[in-house]
């Protein structure tokens, strides 16, 4: 099957995007009006930040995969003039963080000493309940999860009040939903939120979140650089505060499990589980919507390439031939939506971890206070994205009868 890559069949965009873009065209190409460029993007960071120089190497080298990947950028992603500002942004800022992290590891040694101790992770396909269960963990008065402002900003520098980086996060968080109306329906992003793991890692210029913003096929995420960025950046968030578990999340740790493990032995994991005819489709159409953000190409995987089935039959049989630690539980979709104080009280059981009343209590609160469909309905099908309901039924069998999966209709 070919690669879809014509979108705007699927979506329009705001006529304020589209005069924004139309500025690139006039100066013939969005790259004349806005560069990026490694060595100024460096030089700018520097600038920016008082001259700060020291960027750090506790995650390996991470100059090289900066320069190959704006290089990347600028030879596949055919990023619009909107597209090349979100991405600039994030790159400079990527830097700043990385030096402004780096002068507080200097200035307080003992942030390289703090553990990371059982923290609760979160992993499975889009559409499968991850996101309403990471914000129903977060709400244990003794687990914490990292909030987007402070993953964004975890140093504070000028004006650095926690207000101040709230607001200045929301660029990289509620902006998208500006850019792209339909992206609210699938993922509400918002600075006070807790915020997944790709983002954290952004600035390690490794992990999954710059693939996911732009096609960049000869790009190689360097996924060990990624966990060493990603402790490093808890061990500044925790460093002089009350001690937490965390609670993290991204589909992507189905990819790394073993690296997962390696970074913190004691970590229990959470899989989550949906019928794949509501979650694999649903990877692509994300997918979709992400790049089409930044992109007027947004090439795409074939149906099937962009999910998460094959991995996910892939670790149910290493599980079954105990590959893996005995430290993974089961969250299945239906019964998180049935009851959702049941079935988190289910996981902690299974984790050795009390479940407080006052935690069951903030569940039933969060759930009753929060609007059901508040930014519309993710809408798919998967005819509409390329996939055989039949056939894709008939390659997920032997992970929906391991695990005991409903299907959906």
């Known amino acids: 099957m070919p690669k879809i890559k014509d979108l705007s ?53 991470w100059q090289s995969r900066f320069v190959s990947l704006v290089s990347e950028i600028e030879s596949t ?15 400079l800022r990527g830097l700043r963080t990385r030096l402004l992290l780096t002068e507080a590891r200097k200035a307080s040694p003992a942030i390289e000493n703090e553990l990371i101790t059982a923290p ?25 999860g990292p909030l987007a402002w402070e993953v964004l900003h975890p140093v504070p520098f000028g004006e650095g009040s926690p207000a101040a980086r709230q607001t200045m996060s929301e660029c990289e968080q509620e902006f998208w939903a500006d850019v792209q109306p339909e992206f609210a329906s699938i993922h509400e992003l918002r600075s006070d939120l807790p915020v997944e793991c790709v983002t954290l890692t952004l600035p390690g210029f490794s992990g999954g979140h710059w693939p996911m913003i732009a096609n960049i096929p000869n790009w190689v995420p360097d996924y060990p650089a990624t966990m060493d960025y990603h402790r490093a950046l808890l061990q500044t968030l925790q460093h002089n505060q009350s001690p937490q578990t965390w609670i993290l999340k991204t589909p992507l740790y189905l990819v ?12 229990w994991v959470i ?55 005995d430290r993974i539980v089961d ?46 309905k993710h809408k798919y099908s998967a005819e509409e994205w390329g996939f055989d309901p039949a056939a894709l039924r008939k390659k997920m069998l032997p992970y929906t009868d391991h695990y005991g999966i409903t299907l959906e209709e």
């Open 271 to 325: 899989h989550t589980h949906r019928d794949p005819l509501k979650t694999e489709p649903s990877s692509l159409s994300t997918l979709a919507t992400v790049r089409w953000e930044r992109s007027d190409s947004a090439e795409l995987p074939e149906a099937g390439g962009a999910g998460l089935g094959d991995m996910m039959i892939h670790l149910a049989n290493r599980r079954s031939a105990g590959e893996l630690p």
């Open 120 to 144: 609760m992770v979160i992993t499975g396909p889009p559409r499968s309940g991850t996101s309403i269960l990471f914000e129903l963990l977060t709400l244990d008065p003794n687990a914490r």
């Open 77 to 91: 992603g055919q990023l619009h003039a909107l597209g090349r500002l979100m991405t600039r942004q994030e790159l």
């Open 9 to 61: 069949q699927h979506y329009t965009r705001p006529d304020w995007v589209r005069r924004i873009n139309a500025m690139g065209d006039s100066v013939g190409g969005s790259e004349n009006l806005i560069p990026l460029d490694s060595d100024s993007l460096l030089d700018e960071a520097r600038k920016s930040t008082g001259g700060l120089d020291d960027f750090g190497d506790f995650d390996g080298d």
């Open 331 to 376: 969250s299945h979709f239906k019964e998180l939506m049935a009851d959702p104080v049941a079935a988190v009280e289910k996981l902690y059981g299974r984790m050795n971890r009390p479940f407080l009343g006052e935690h069951a209590d903030a569940i039933r609160h969060y759930i009753e206070s929060k609007p059901k469909g508040k930014f519309g």
């Open 256 to 267: 790394f499990i073993d690296l997962l493990f390696a970074t913190y032995p004691d970590a």
